[in-house]
Structures are given as structure tokens and as C-alpha cells.
């Protein structure tokens, strides 16, 4: 059964960091293109930002570009996330997605496999 398992969620406070990292227990890892959606209260999801196979080419969102950075380890069958200089309005659950699909960003209903979804909070 394929399955995508976060890790790093948590409480920080305004300026801070965290990795959330997504482990995948498939060895088809390396074929699909990885990314993470996150979802505040009363919002739709939203893509944030993914990487290729390859992990040749990444892709954000403007509200994240220069302080998030995903990165992906084909050996680990893990792709991880790191942020930097949160913001209150980073709060959401991050879910950790793969596709088949090339190009990037790519949506929702083009998402293969989803992770269960972690919590990020920003306090201010």
C-alpha cells in the first residue's frame, strides 16, 4: 500500500523555522514529481510548492518564494520542507502530495497519493 508519512509540525512563533519532512514507503519515490498543499480554516487548498523528479526544478508560490525551500533525497524516498521567517498566515495543515504528472504546480484533482496532513501553527 503506498503511503506518504509527514513529520515536523508543530507550534513556533512569528520569525521562526521548521522542516517538515514526507517519507514514502514505495520505491517508485524517484518517478514522481512531490510537492506540498497546505489548507488554513475556511480556505480552499492551496499549492505551495513542489519539485520535479529530478529535484532539478522546484516551484513556489509567491507567498512563500524566499523563505521556504523543498528539497527531495530519491535514496531516502523522503522530500522535506524547510521554512523560514513563518508567518502568522503560514498557519495550515501541510500535506505532503505526489503526482505522476511533469509539469509544476500542478492541482488538487491531479494529486496521486496525499499524506494525512500536519499542523503548522504561527503564533504571533
Known amino acids: 500500500q503506498v503511503q506518504l508519512v509527514e513529520s515536523g509540525g508543530g507550534l513556533v512563533q512569528a520569525g521562526g523555522s521548521l522542516r517538515l519532512s514526507c517519507a514514502a514507503s514505495w520505491s517508485i519515490f524517484s518517478s514522481l514529481a512531490m510537492g506540498w498543499f497546505r489548507q488554513a480554516p475556511g480556505t480552499q487548498r492551496e499549492f505551495v510548492v513542489g519539485?520535479?523528479?529530478?529535484?532539478?526544478?522546484?516551484y513556489y508560490a509567491d507567498a512563500v518564494k524566499g523563505r521556504f525551500t523543498i528539497s527531495r533525497d530519491n535514496a531516502k524516498n523522503t522530500v522535506y520542507l524547510q521554512m523560514n521567517s513563518l508567518k502568522p498566515e503560514d498557519t495550515a495543515v501541510y500535506s505532503c502530495?505526489?503526482?505522476?504528472?511533469?509539469?509544476?504546480?500542478?492541482?488538487?484533482?491531479?494529486?496521486?497519493?496525499w499524506g494525512q496532513g500536519t499542523q503548522v501553527t504561527v503564533s504571533s
Open positions: 519539485i520535479r523528479r529530478s529535484g532539478g526544478s522546484t
Open positions: 502530495a505526489a503526482t505522476r504528472r511533469i509539469r509544476l504546480p500542478w492541482a488538487v484533482e491531479e494529486t496521486d497519493y
